[in-house]
């Protein structure tokens, strides 16, 4: 049973570019969340989605923005590229319960 | 912003002995969760442990359990019997009222020598 995937691995951008990161959540989980880990931080909530919908939000700006689609596989999208958005994103997916799986995340640099 | 705190940047531990990593947070909430994730270099979050604000015991999994004293909002994590593959950041995490969406603490660097 393969778990929390996310693509790509690593990515370099420039500023003001824009972004899109995709995770596939584990099997039979039907919602995906997103974080922002900065280096020497704990994870910051996003976004989360379910049923192809934005449930939740945390406090980020519109730049940052996502989709869900009927497979529950998920895209984050970040326009207009900061150097402070260069973090760890991480991708986690659960099914009505507190246990979240997390993925192996996706490291963004952003010169 | 509710906050969760994490006051030990690093600990250091010998091989088989416990180790206690602190977690104090602050709610208004009457009913809301506490977790633990581990968080090996690779960058992945590991789920290791959950306490819900009713639940009169404290919660256990294995060589993990929560040292949970709600009147001092506090939620320790003991690990007991460390292993060397238990050295890893550790974050302390909260979710809200009717949502499991953690707030994280800045994390626990633990290093486990032999």
């Known amino acids: 049973d393969a778990g929390v995937t996310q693509s790509p691995t690593h990515l370099i951008k420039t500023r003001g570019q824009q972004v899109t990161l995709r995770c596939s959540p584990k099997?039979?989980?039907?919602?995906v969340s997103w974080y922002q880990q900065a280096l020497g931080q704990g994870p910051q909530f996003i976004f989360q989605?379910?049923?192809?919908?934005?449930?939740q939000r945390g406090n980020f700006p519109d730049r940052f923005s996502g989709h869900q689609f009927p497979n529950y596989s998920s895209e984050l999208n970040v326009n207009a590229l900061l150097l402070g958005d260069s973090a760890l994103y991480l991708c986690a997916s659960s099914a009505s319960s507190y246990e979240q799986y997390f993925g192996p995340g996706t490291r963004l640099t952003v010169t | 912003a509710q906050k969760i705190t994490q006051t030990q940047p690093g600990m250091f531990v010998q091989e088989k002995e416990a180790v206690t990593l602190d977690c104090t947070y602050d709610?208004?909430?009457?009913?809301?969760?506490l977790f633990w994730y581990k968080q090996p270099s690779s960058g992945e979050m590991i789920f290791l442990i959950y306490q819900g604000s009713y639940d009169e015991q404290n919660a256990t999994e294995g060589r993990y359990s929560l040292n949970f004293q709600k009147a001092r909002k506090s939620a320790n994590l003991v690990i007991s019997a460390s292993q060397l593959g238990d050295s890893a950041m550790y974050f302390c995490?909260?979710?809200?009222?009717?949502?499991?969406?953690?707030?994280f603490g800045r994390g626990t660097s633990l290093i486990v020598h032999p």
């Open positions: 099997s039979g989980h039907d919602t």
């Open positions: 709610t208004s909430d009457q009913s809301y969760g």
């Open positions: 989605y379910y049923e192809e919908e934005e449930r």
């Open positions: 995490a909260r979710g809200g009222r009717g949502s499991y969406i953690p707030t």
